[in-house]
């Protein structure tokens, strides 16, 4: 049965850190889709990091080039996203998805939360002073 278990969220001030951390169990990271997702109230739910382990096709959202990094653990089958220079336009709800089907995703539909079979409960982020 495949599982992600997000963690790490909670209250951080303007221009602080968090990590947030996903563990996988019931499949390997490394033959998967994965991908950070985040909504905040009132918005759409839209990618903030994606990628296809097979060869390494990465999206970044815009806002959070520079400031976000996505990296994994495949030992451990975990992954992170490192948040830095936090803003309050990062509050949200922070999910990590994962699918099984690397060889549907493009470019374009990697940062797609549809295309996505499996999904995490969500870990909240709020950057508050």
């Known amino acids: 049965q495949v599982q992600l278990v997000e963690s790490g969220g909670g209250l951080v001030q303007p221009g602080g850190s968090l990590r947030l951390s996903c563990a996988a169990s019931?499949?390997?990271?490394?033959?998967?889709?994965i991908g950070w997702f985040r909504q905040a109230p009132g918005k759409e739910r839209e990618a903030v990091s994606c990628i296809r382990s097979s060869d390494g096709l990465t999206y970044y959202l815009d806002s959070v080039k520079g400031r976000f990094t996505m990296s994994r653990d495949n030992a451990k089958n975990m992954v992170y996203l490192q948040m830095n220079s936090l803003k309050p336009e990062d509050t949200a709800v922070y999910y990590c998805a994962a699918d099984p089907s690397p060889g549907h995703f493009t470019i374009r539909t990697l940062s797609e939360w549809w295309m996505y079979d499996y999904w995490g409960q969500g870990a909240q982020v709020t950057v508050s002073s």
């Open positions: 019931g499949f390997n990271l490394d033959a998967y889709v």
